[in-house]
């Protein structure tokens, strides 16, 4: 095995910490930030010649920078995030509310497809069929479906 120097082992981790940036913009959330600016932070320092391996100093000075680049990461990222929890909704949470029909939908079967808050839910109707394009009100749920009705 070849031993990397300080100019080899400097851009090697410039260039990954490049990557795992890439990564994040790709695929956001996947938290690669912090470890892609810590990476390059300590890429620059070897390029710079600061021994952050072998040396007490150039050690306290590499995790000191480490921590820093990793808390200032955190921060900006934190800033530049919607601040909105995800929403969720249960069955339950649909009673009374509208929605339309996406495929038809009668009250033998719970094939029908109804759209409620722009997400589809499986449904059976209370009545005769009700076909797509239609109006409808959520009066029941019933373990994976929804019961509805027409709103005429």
């Known amino acids: 095995m070849v031993p990397l120097d300080g100019m080899t082992l ?5 260039v990954t910490g490049a990557v795992l940036l890439l990564v994040e913009v790709h695929s956001p959330g996947f938290f690669a930030a912090v470890p892609a600016t810590v990476m ?9 010649g600061i021994d952050i ?7 306290i000075v590499g995790v000191t920078a480490a921590i820093i680049a990793g ?16 929403t969720t909704i ?13 495929t038809r939908v009668d009250d033998t079967t719970i094939s029908g497809k109804v759209l409620i808050a722009s997400t589809e839910w499986s449904a059976r109707s209370t009545g005769p069929e ?8 959520v009066v029941d ?5 929804i019961v509805v009705e027409e709103v005429k």
């Open 71 to 86: 808390g200032l990461t955190v921060w900006v990222y934190s800033k530049i995030t919607p601040n909105e929890s995800p």
């Open 141 to 145: 749920s019933q373990g994976v479906h």
């Open 40 to 48: 390059i932070v300590l890429g620059i320092m070897v390029l710079l």
């Open 130 to 137: 009700i076909p797509p394009g239609k109006k409808v009100r």
């Open 90 to 102: 249960s069955r339950d949470s649909l009673i009374g509310m509208e929605g339309r029909v996406k």
């Open 10 to 14: 400097g851009w090697l981790l410039i």
């Open 53 to 59: 391996y072998n040396s007490g100093w150039g050690a």
